[in-house]
Each structure stands twice: as structure tokens, then as C-alpha cells.
């Protein structure tokens, strides 16, 4: 049996286990934009950092500073810095992941706890971050494990960057990404976001962009008391009024972005994008 046949019976034999791992992985609520979970987000990053260095991976773990969340002032959950492998005669591909989530109740309209990794009847694994993002972030972890038990060489360097606050804005992580560019991310000959979705159960698939997003915090006040509508409407500016009319502005009926000069560094489409 060759070395690659044997890697493919390995992944058939143990594809339970990796079911049990993604379980274990699914089970920490690391919910990065509630203070109360901030340590279950670090918890996940330190069992990401621990697994990786115990198949020989070389870890960094950068702490991106403070963050202001609402009035709290919180440390920002480390990002995972990583390599494995440094052959000279490879190509170094750079993965980047997040193994934060984002929130999730049972009374949100999840049929079964959003932390208990379950099976439906048509083979899909439901659990809060079981594809966003700590199902792919763990692919890359089972995948150099099994070519190690297989015995066979993996084919590229793998650098990673994983990070604990990117569904809250990747807080911190833009200073980092600087400040390594030239020290941890050298020598990086391709990158791969891994942090997007399949077609279906069964069919990978190549994402070639997404939009960004730019988001603020609002507060409208009003009267510093409840006023009668009978007396006062029409008289006395309601604060909803005013935010609806804050957010008519931002954006027109067919969803085009009203700012001025947001499309100025947009690239226009190709008539290849077109077709």
C-alpha cells in the first residue's frame, strides 16, 4: 500500500474521532463579544496552540493588547502564530482562521444546544462554529496529523495566523499582521483564508472575494422622561424618528452605499466579472 493510500484509510478509520475532536472544539463557547465568555475564547486558543505544538508545530502566541468592550476594559484574545515545516525546497503557504463565534442561544431558534455538536438525519454536524470558523481551522490540524500517522511528508511549509476576535472586528490583529510582515509572514508564498463555506455537504469550493464591513457604535438620547404621545407627539422629537432618519441616509432602496467617496478605491467590474 502506498504512503497516500495508507493516509486515505487513516482519514476513513478515524473520521469518528475527528467528529469527537470537532465536538470537543464545538463544546467551548468562545464567544468573542460577551465579557463573560472572554476566557473561553482564550481557552480555545491556548487548546489550538497546544495541539499544533504537540505534532511539532513551532507557536508564537502574540497578545494583541486591551480592548474597550461597552464600558469593560478586557485583554483581546491572543492570536496563534504558527509553522510547521521549513524545507527550503517547498512552497510556504500561510493559512489564516478564527476560533472565535459568534453568539448563539437555544431560544435564538437553534433545535438543539448550539454548543452540543449534533448529527442531523442528512450527515450534517450542527454546532455554533462547526463551519464558521473552528470545522476549517481544524481541518488543517487533522489533516498534517494523519500525514504524520501515515508516514507521509507533507507536501508544503504551513504558517498559520489564527486569531480569537473576528466576528467582533479582528480587533488588534491589523498591528500584528505589520508588525510580522517582514519577521514571522516572511518567506509566505501564498495565503489562504480558511474561513468560508462548501456547496452542500460534499462539494469544497474556491472563494474569490467577499465585501467588507465598517460598523459603529450609535446612541441616540431623548427627553430625560416618558411623555405622553397625546400631548407631546408631534412636538417633541422622537429618538427612533431620528435614528431611522440617520439610517435612510447610509443607504438607497437597491442597497447602494449613499457615503460620499466610498466608491472612490472600489475596482470597477472586468467584463469577465460581467459575463
Known amino acids: 500500500m502506498s504512503t497516500v493510500d495508507k493516509y486515505f484509510e ?6 469518528q474521532k475527528f467528529i469527537e475532536t470537532l465536538r470537543e472544539v464545538v463544546a467551548i463557547p ?24 504537540a505534532l511539532g508545530a513551532t507557536c508564537k502566541r ?3 493588547g486591551k480592548q474597550d ?15 510547521y515545516g521549513n524545507d527550503a525546497s517547498k512552497k510556504t503557504v500561510l493559512v489564516y482562521g478564527h476560533y472565535d463565534v459568534q453568539p448563539a442561544l437555544l431560544e435564538d ?11 442531523t438525519a442528512d450527515g450534517r454536524l450542527v454546532g455554533r462554529g462547526s463551519t464558521d470558523d473552528k470545522g476549517p481551522v481544524l481541518g488543517w490540524l487533522l489533516c498534517a496529523e494523519t500525514h ?8 508544503v511549509n504551513l504558517k498559520f495566523c489564527f486569531e480569537g476576535m473576528e466576528e467582533s472586528g479582528s480587533e488588534g490583529l491589523d498591528d500584528i499582521i505589520v508588525a510580522e510582515a517582514d519577521k514571522w509572514f516572511k518567506g509566505t508564498d501564498v495565503v489562504c483564508i480558511s474561513d468560508n463555506y462548501w456547496l452542500g455537504t460534499s462539494k469544497p469550493c ?11 457604535h450609535l446612541q441616540i438620547e431623548g427627553p430625560g422622561a416618558d411623555l405622553h404621545s397625546g400631548v407631546f407627539g408631534g412636538t417633541v422629537h422622537e ?17 447602494r452605499i449613499k457615503v460620499p467617496g466610498i466608491y472612490d478605491q472600489v475596482m470597477a467590474e472586468t467584463e469577465e466579472e460581467e459575463r
Open 10 to 15: 487513516l482519514v476513513d478509520q478515524h473520521q
Open 30 to 53: 468562545s464567544v468573542s463579544s460577551d465579557a463573560s465568555r472572554r476566557g473561553e475564547v482564550v481557552r480555545m486558543g491556548e487548546w489550538l496552540q497546544a495541539r499544533w505544538e
Open 62 to 64: 502574540v497578545d494583541p
Open 69 to 83: 468592550l461597552h464600558g469593560s476594559e478586557l485583554d483581546l484574545p491572543p492570536v496563534i502564530l504558527g509553522q
Open 109 to 119: 431558534g437553534w433545535d438543539t444546544d448550539p454548543f452540543t455538536l449534533v448529527e
Open 148 to 155: 504524520k500517522q501515515a508516514g507521509l511528508d507533507f507536501p
Open 206 to 216: 474556491l472563494t474569490h472575494g467577499l465585501r467588507g464591513v465598517s460598523y459603529f
Open 239 to 255: 429618538p427612533m424618528v431620528d435614528l431611522v432618519h440617520l439610517l435612510s441616509t447610509l443607504v438607497d432602496p437597491n442597497g
